[in-house]
């Protein structure tokens, strides 16, 4: 399985075309956390995101070396949909 580190963010791949983007946040009490987004690449790519908006960018410059962008599609949590319009428009 391909892993590649970007600036704290890394990407695993873990099964064939399926890759978590995990970010480690160690500044949260107890000892940290790590954020998992997940990847799934096919004819209609999607990038299930479930990390904190702030962290985009990473997660946006670590799918950029897996896929190319505008072939990705972004999902949501939902009580994090009315924020990813942000998101979306970082896609285009």
Do not use: C, W
Request: hydrophobic letters at 45%; proline letters at 3%.
């Amino acid at each position: 399985m391909a892993v590649q580190d970007f600036e704290g963010t890394r990407v695993d791949e873990i099964s064939d075309g399926i890759f978590r983007i995990s970010t480690a946040v160690a500044s949260i009490a107890g000892g940290g956390i790590t954020y998992n987004q997940y990847l799934l690449v096919d004819e209609e790519p999607l990038l299930f995101h479930t990390g904190k908006r702030r962290m985009f960018s990473q997660v946006h410059e670590a799918v950029a070396h897996v896929l190319p962008l505008e072939t990705l599609r972004l999902g949501l949590r939902a009580d994090t949909a009315s924020a990813g319009a942000p998101l979306r428009g970082a896609l285009t």
